[in-house]
Each structure stands twice: as structure tokens, then as C-alpha cells.
DNA sequence: TTGTACGCGTTATCAG
DNA sequence: CTGATAACGCGTACAA
């Protein structure tokens, strides 16, 4: 931790001034070579490393995009993370991650913290619209005055911002669909909420298409419930104990797939085997789907490619003074064999 | 993106000199109420916010702590952020999240930037010491001429820095000993690297207990592999397709839980059933554990809690200037069912 | 081709 | 209690 070289060490131990040094570092042409060679060689030796503070005070910018996210174990922000941190370098940008909790307001601090920091641009991803989050539309709005802001999520509330975000219909489309060509017609849905104020409208949108296809719609098939494998878990074990054995649903559909793996637990501990008593289907197409028994029938919402284009949408801004607009990424579905789809099953009654 | 507010403006505005508005914005006791007042209402009035390039130039730290980390999907490295980010705040710091590439050398361009930067620290965790990984050596000790390093990993190379390590000896004690006492004479081991230089020594280890255990420390036992799940599939198939069958053997233990992951649906795939032909056990205790068939067996090396020691000894290290040192953190057994041990099962042969 | 001098937005030190 | 003013380290006109 020894003591810093400055911009004037170098300049003095080289005999030049700072500006000359400013040249070198950005290999400026108008140097003559011998300058340059000496000064390289003043620098090379301190291993002096300019600061990024003096810097971006300078500039006026960063070089930097936050990315605001729960803090939570899903799989599924880690590759939005990824994802983000490897596009932005690709633009000669730095991520940075910023964690909330989940269903907590957006804390004022860390509002003022990406506004101190002067972020070029902030990225706000994952369960963001929970109804218990208040204060999220000021917080954008406030932060919308230094930077432009992005989001991927339901474009459920006006928020005057650039939004990325699912084909939530095709979402529940998809699996329903499915099962519904499979010959199930009890089909039901677990997790996130069934409240009409979720705004990702899983719930919403599953009735909406079990409607469209003539399926029933009895409430006893929706089961409100968390996100995670226990919610999943408990889920069933609600949903199946307070119902008739004959009218139990023949199949599925959980709000993610850490939800399917404590649905699939549980249908199992009851003594159903899959698929043949019970089809189920997850979203995400996480890293682990290939290997649950049966191997687990997904959605791909695709999070990669909505952040690589949230990273450049928010890159692009920041010239364009672009207004708002929303953008939409198709969803598709990854058949295995969770639904006894390749292994020829097919549900008659 | 309009045009901030600076303090000079906020000074002038309400006809104080800029030590005035610092002072307010300091909570400074010695500044008269009705100034006070006064100056906040400006500040409020233009949502001032100071620059934190500006604050951290002139008092010569960012407050901010970098994390080095291979860019993988391992939510192993997910609890290892959220923990740093958690206790970093905690502190009053905050943490930056920085990724690498698997297998490959420490970018120059990474080093430079954490410098550039002015990091008040940096913590390297996850897999940093592939022995692929050339330059590390170079890289940690050209950091340390600007701020703490402290490593979450093996203390296999004499790097002159603070080295939080699991207890990897007991890493593999514990699951070897816990197949013996159920009987397990044939034991196995896939993953990581067998060779002598995987700093981890997983593999060394692993046969180390079984000579001490007089078990058979068959080659053919031992598959070098990668840390996924498909390389656990691959791993197992490759094992006992070269095995005559009354050679296999009867438990399994692997590096990660994502290769037990693929372990097991590989052996399933194979008849055999679990855990009366196969046991297995992982390691990492990841939330999937619970939810595999049968439930994991594992081994927890409390990253969190690594994590956390980790960020307050550098933050230490930062006044402290205080030298090389190591510390271990004890590793747990999590028993579940794919052992047999809940179910009563027990090897004879 | 190179150097001078100022501004970037803060905080800290000293006077007053 | 408050105000000048000097750093902090760097880029960039502008001048030479």
C-alpha cells in the first residue's frame, strides 16, 4: 500500500509535462517517438495506473451501468448478471450489481448511491413489480433525471422508461397448450400470485387460456404460493389434500422451475409417479431441469438475450435521448419429459 | 439528464460558501439551525446529490471493495456475492462484483482496472487456482501494492496474502468415512482434477482417507472430470462402463453437487436404483439438494460465513497493515437420503 | 511536437 | 459558527 504515482511523478521523472504523459497513455499520434519511448518507460516502471476518480470527475461519465436485482439464490439472476457484465464490456463498459430485497421498497439510499456513483445508466431486472415494493415508479422516476433506466419485467405500470420483457401470454400459452395436446384437460397452476395486481399476469393469463380452450377453471386448480422449492412443495400438498382424488388435475404448470422441483418432491412422496399420473411443467430452463426425474418440460424466457439488449437499448439512450418504448422476446418451450411427451404418453380422460 | 446540480450552485443559491453546505450535508453539529434549514431546503429543493468521483478523489478511497470470481452459473458463486455484498454494506462499504473466465489468466486489463479504480480491496473466490490459471502469483501481488487482498480458496501457493480456506482435508474425510460406517468398501470419487497440482487437493485427499481407512485405492475408482452436471454423467459412464460389475462400486462421492446431479441421472439411466445400488454424495449443500431422487447427501463448506470473514479481515487488513495469514472454517456432513442413512440401509459386502 | 493553465466537484484546513 | 482556499489527479483547450 505503498504511496500512489501521480500523473506529475511520471511527468517529472520524465522530464515532461503532464500533458505529453496524457498523450502517451492514450497513444496519441503527435508524439515523437523517443518522448514516447521515455515517458513508457517512466510509466512502466512505477507501474503507474491512472485514477479513475480524477478521471470520470473530468469526463463527466463513468463508464459503468448498475444492474438492480433481489438478492436472492434463483439461477436466473446470475445469468441476467452475466449477461449484462459480458455485453457491457463488450461495449467498453463495467457492470456493477446492486441488490434489493425482495418485496421490500426500493431503499432512497441506493437511489442516491447510483446517482452519487454517476452511473451511466441503470438496469432494473427480476421480481421488481411485487405489489409490496412501493415507492419503485418515483424511484425510476428520480433516477430517470441522471440516467437513463431500463427494465426487464411485465410492462405493467406507466413508467415512462425503456422496458424489455417476455411474451407473458405465450408464457402461459405454451404449457397450457401443451398439455392440452397431451389430451390433459384438469390442468392447474402454482405460484406467484393469482391476485389480478401481479403484474407479471401469469395467473391472468393462465385462466385467460384455459377459457379460450374450454378447459375448467375451477379455483381449486390455482394456488397462490412463494417462488421457491418449498412454496412448490407446499403448494401441491394444498392444492391435491383439499380436493377430491378424482378431480385431481392430471397436470401442472409451476411458476418456475425451483417451483416444479418441490412439486415434483411432493407428488412423489404421495406415491404419483411421472409422468404418468401427473404431468408438470416449469419456466426458465434452468441448468438443473435436465437433470430432475423425469427430466423437467420448461419455458425459455431467453434472459440472456433481453439483457444483452437491455444493455444496448440503455447504451443507445443515452445518445438518442430516445423516450420510452417496450420491447418484447418471444418465449419458447423445451419439451422433455416431464410431460411424457417423448416417451409417447398420452392422457384420455 | 438534465444538468446536475453542483455544491457551488447549491452554495451559492443559498448565499452560503460550499464548507457551509458540506458541513450540512456532514451533519456537522456547528452550523446554526436557522443555516441549516436554509441550505437544506435548497438541496432538497434541486434533490442535490454529491459526486461520489468528486468525494472519493479528494478523501483518496472509493469505499468500495472489488470480488474476482469465475463468470459461472454455480450458485455457489451467487451465495458467495450475496454474503460480500451483505457484509460489505454492513461495514459501510459497498462491493463490486468483477468476473473471470474459467480456466484462463488473470487479465491484465481486470488488475489494471481494480487499480485504476482505487478499490478499497479485493477478494478472489471460486475456482481461481485452475492450474491453467498462469499469472495469478503476478496479478495478486501487483494488486497488493494498492490495496488488501485477501483469497477464498486453497492455501496451496505461497502467495503472501490473507487465504480463507474450508477444511478441504475434512472435506473428504467426512464423506468417506460416513459410506465406511455404513458399510461402503468400494468407494469412488469424479471430479475435479486427480493430478497433484489441483491445488484443492480433493483428490489427493480422497485417496489419502481411503489408505487410512485400508480400503482399495483402485485407479479405476478415481475419474477426472469437469465441476457440471454433464460431466458428472459423463464421469459415471465412463467408470463403470470400463468396470466389470462386480467391481463397481458402492458409493459415489463427487466434487460438487452438480455433478451428483448428473451422477445420478446417469445411474438411474443404468437400472440401478438409489441409494440401494449406488450411494452418493455431493458437496456444496445447494438449495437443489433437498429436491434430488433421493434427497442429497452433501458436504457444506459455509462460503457464506467464509465470505463474511473474509470481507472484515481485508477491511482489517486495510488500518491493520497486517501480514499473510490463513484461517480454515470446519466443513459439515448434511446427511440426507442418498446414502441410505435415513432409511436405515446398510452395505454388507 | 510540446507545455501551461484551468476546470471537474468535493472535502479539509485555517482563518476569522 | 462561517468563509476562503488549497489540494485531490486528470484531461483539454490554447499557446508556443
Redesign the pocket.
Known amino acids: 500500500m505503498e504511496k ?1 504515482a ?3 511523478d511520471i511527468a517529472r521523472e520524465a ?6 504523459v ?2 502517451v ?2 497513444g496519441h ?4 517517438t ?3 519511448e521515455k515517458v513508457q518507460r517512466v510509466i512502466d516502471a512505477h507501474a ?1 495506473t ?2 479513475a476518480s ?2 470520470d ?4 461519465q463513468t463508464k459503468t451501468i448498475a444492474i438492480v436485482m433481489p438478492a436472492v439464490i434463483n439461477p436466473y439472476f446470475t445469468r441476467v448478471y452475466n449477461a449484462a457484465y459480458r455485453e457491457a464490456e463488450a461495449c467498453g463498459y463495467y457492470a456493477w450489481l446492486f441488490q434489493i430485497e425482495e418485496h421490500k421498497p426500493i431503499p432512497r439510499e441506493l437511489v442516491d448511491e447510483l446517482i452519487r456513483r454517476r452511473m451511466d445508466g441503470v438496469i432494473f431486472a427480476g421480481g421488481i413489480w411485487s405489489t409490496q415494493r412501493t415507492g419503485l415508479p418515483e424511484a425510476l422516476e428520480r433516477l430517470r433525471h441522471y440516467m437513463p433506466v431500463v427494465t426487464i419485467c411485465p410492462p405493467a405500470v406507466d413508467l415512462d422508461c425503456i422496458c424489455i420483457h417476455s411474451d407473458l401470454v405465450a408464457c402461459s400459452r405454451l404449457p397450457v397448450r401443451h398439455l392440452h395436446a397431451l389430451g390433459h384437460r384438469r390442468i392447474a397452476f402454482i405460484g406467484g400470485s393469482m391476485r389480478l395486481n401481479d403484474p407479471s399476469k401469469r395467473g391472468e393469463n393462465f385462466l385467460e387460456e384455459l377459457r379460450a380452450l374450454d378447459l375448467p377453471d375451477d379455483p381449486a386448480y390455482h394456488v397462490d404460493a412463494g417462488f421457491d422449492a418449498e412454496s412448490g412443495e407446499r403448494a401441491v400438498l394444498r392444492m391435491l389434500s383439499g380436493l377430491d382424488r378424482r378431480r385431481w388435475p392430471t397436470g401442472i404448470i409451476a411458476f418456475n422451475d425451483q417451483m416444479a422441483l418441490g412439486a415434483i418432491k411432493q407428488l412423489k412422496q404421495m406415491g404419483l409417479s411421472l409422468p404418468s399420473d401427473m404431468a408438470i411443467i416449469g419456466c426458465d430452463n434452468q441448468f438443473f431441469c435436465p437433470y430432475t426425474d423425469p427430466p423437467l418440460t420448461t419455458v425459455d424466457l431467453h434472459p440472456e438475450e433481453m439483457t444483452q439488449s437491455a444493455v444496448r437499448e440503455l447504451l443507445l439512450a443515452r445518445d438518442n435521448q430516445a423516450g420510452a418504448f417496450s420491447l418484447m422476446r418471444e418465449a419458447s418451450l423445451i419439451v422433455r419429459e416431464s410431460c411424457g411427451a417423448k416417451l409417447g404418453y398420452r392422457k384420455l380422460g
Request: proline share 7%; net charge positive; glycine share 6%.
Open positions: 500512489r501521480t500523473i506529475y522530464g515532461v509535462s503532464t500533458a505529453t496524457t498523450r497513455l492514450a499520434p503527435s508524439v515523437k523517443a518522448t514516447r503507474y491512472p485514477s480524477a478521471r470527475l473530468e469526463r463527466g
